[in-house]
């Protein structure tokens, strides 16, 4: 079946630390991998993603390498800022054109100045 | 601008009330979807419409009643709700063809069963 497992939270990091949140995921067939952003008291954004194998999705300064040996997508950033805290869900979607997304549990990350 | 609204952004009723969570998404979009997000647990996908036919109910309770008049609109009709059924109610669109899987949400109805 299809399933995405996402490092529990919550993370606390100082601002201009690096950030790295991990996703391993469980598919048939040849899904598409995409991390999605929650700010407080709003709903879903797209972050960035990826539709195949060695890809890499970049938004905001955010990155996330599509790895099929180690069915990873961790999402990565160099030096992160007070605004970023949030709450991040890896999904993938199975690409059979039926669109259903499947979604980790979420990581909350905390910026303090 | 996410380009899908919901309204109310807020609600509150008692067990027994009836009320309708109501979607509207502005990007020519022909799926819709609703999730329920509860605290600690994954997003659970509730219901689908393609091209406004219902293709996936996923074991939601019938107190649960999604109606899709066009591709444009989504509603979810409440009655009878339990505590439990407090959550964050997540409406998303996307062009439902393969390469195309993004889904785009609005910001949620809070939702608090008294």
């Known amino acids: 079946g299809n399933s995405v497992t996402q490092m529990e939270g919550p993370v606390t990091l100082s601002e201009e630390a690096f950030l790295t949140i991990n996703c391993t995921y469980t598919a048939t067939g040849y899904p598409s991998l995409f991390w999605y952003v929650q700010y407080p008291g709003e709903g879903l954004q797209l972050l960035l993603k990826?539709?195949?194998?060695?890809d890499k999705g970049s938004n905001k300064g955010f990155e996330a390498t599509y790895r099929k040996e180690t069915t990873s997508f961790h999402l990565e950033k160099g030096s992160v800022q007070v605004s970023d805290s949030a709450v991040y869900f890896c999904?993938?979607?199975?690409?059979?054109?039926?669109?259903?997304?499947?979604f980790g549990t979420g990581t909350r990350l905390t910026v303090i100045p | 601008e996410t380009g899908v609204t919901q309204t109310p952004r807020h609600l509150v009723m008692g067990m027994t009330n009836k009320k309708s969570l109501k979607c509207e998404q502005h990007?020519?979009?022909?799926?819709m979807y609703w999730y329920k997000q509860s605290a600690k647990k994954p997003l659970e996908l509730m219901f689908v419409y393609n091209f406004k036919e219902q293709t996936e109910n996923n074991s939601v309770p019938s107190r649960f009643s999604p109606e899709c008049p066009n591709s444009s609109h989504l509603f979810l009709h409440l009655h009878t709700l339990q505590p439990e059924d407090s959550a964050l109610y997540l409406c998303a669109s996307s062009v439902r063809e393969v390469g195309e899987e993004t889904q785009y949400f609005g910001p949620g109805t809070r939702l608090l069963v008294l």
């Open positions: 999904a993938l979607s199975d690409g059979t054109g039926a669109n259903n997304l499947f």
């Open positions: 990826a539709t195949k194998a060695d």
């Open positions: 990007l020519g979009h022909n799926a």
